[in-house]
């Protein structure tokens, strides 16, 4: 015999020993995922989880703090797990709530209506208390020359200035001071260089009027009282000189299909949860003081016909 015909049989018998295990059915563990049962445990990691997330209208430490605590409540007293996602801006996170990536977003009144016409179906699920009757104020550098505004037609007083807004987006950093703005007859293009300014969230807004590199700037009321109370906003550096009407602003926007994923009733369960938190509870106590409530309630959907109207007539809703 050959060399190569004594490996050819040795290869052979070597075939005939394996071929008992080669037919023995696989394991569990060595299935496909598809056919393999899943165990108890990772059965529970296959169930939905609530996304959370909101517009970024102040610095990212205080919404990871904020959000993160509403994410641990949220689990607790619905029993589903959730998950806080950041956003990088307020229009991402308009196209995380339209493609679904999120579930359950705090946004202004502005990307709470654009979210809510891109998303037939969708949830107004509630706002804090203070949101029903919002407000704005105008705020300047001590060094401007720019004096208290005693009704809105004095608003002129800040063309030729160099003023700026918070987001494109924001409802209390841009949409309303605008609307306010050109009811006094004031153009974006009458402010120095021809354009106002956008910092991106109030607080960056009254960091820059502080600082001298704007003149003025329009931010969310209770982010500016919050500045005021914590030092960040100093009086003697910047002052506020003028506060607008009230308008309605901020909600939770859910989901159409909640119920279809989390359960029938869940969206109602959710409602509940969020507009039942108190300040006697320990942790709903610090969500409701980061928000700057004493407790939320449900929206009334109609009030937020006038941001859309406004929103469409500054172009901001098509």
């Known amino acids: 015999m050959t060399v190569r015909e004594r490996w050819t049989a040795a290869l052979a018998g070597l075939a005939f020993a394996l071929l008992p295990a080669v037919l023995t059915p696989l394991a569990p563990s060595l299935l496909p995922a598809a056919e393999a049962q899943q165990s108890p445990a990772k059965a529970s990691t296959t169930q939905p989880v609530l996304r959370i997330g909101a517009i970024p209208d102040q610095n990212p430490e ?29 229009t991402a996170a308009v196209g995380a709530f339209r493609t679904g990536n999120l579930d359950l977003v705090w946004f202004g009144g502005l990307t709470g209506v654009q979210a809510s016409l ?46 700026t807004f918070g987001s494109e987006s924001s409802t209390s950093g841009r949409l309303m001071p605008q609307y306010f703005l050109s009811q006094a007859g004031v153009k974006l293009g009458d402010f120095a260089g021809g354009a106002p300014g956008f910092s991106g969230s109030h607080d ?49 926007l859910g989901q159409p299909n909640l119920d279809q994923r989390f359960g029938k009733g869940f969206t109602a369960k959710l409602r509940a949860a969020i507009v039942g938190w108190r300040p006697s509870d320990p942790e709903q106590k610090q969500i409701l003081e980061l928000f700057g409530a004493q407790q939320f309630t449900t929206v009334k959907a109609g009030e937020y016909k006038k941001i859309e109207q406004v929103g469409r007539q500054i172009g901001k809703i098509r």
């Not at 998303?119 to 720019?146: C, E, H, L």
């Not at 502080?210 to 914590?230: F, H, I, M, P, T």
């Open 62 to 90: 205080k919404l990871n703090r904020l959000y993160g605590l509403v994410a641990n409540e949220l689990s607790k007293q619905l029993g589903v797990r959730v998950s806080y996602v950041p956003v990088t801006d307020y």
């Open 118 to 163: 891109q998303k037939p179906g969708a949830q107004m699920i509630a706002q804090r208390d203070i949101d029903a009757q919002f407000y704005s104020v105008f705020i300047a550098n001590t060094r401007s020359g720019i004096k208290p505004i005693q009704n809105q037609k004095g608003l002129t007083a800040l063309k030729g200035k160099r003023f």
């Open 204 to 252: 960056a807004t009254i960091a820059l009027v502080q600082s001298g590199a704007y003149d003025a700037g329009a931010v969310n009321e209770q982010v500016w009282k919050s500045s005021l109370r914590s030092g960040k906003a100093n009086r003697s550096k910047v002052v506020q000189i003028w506060r607008t009407p009230s308008y309605p602003d901020y909600l939770w």
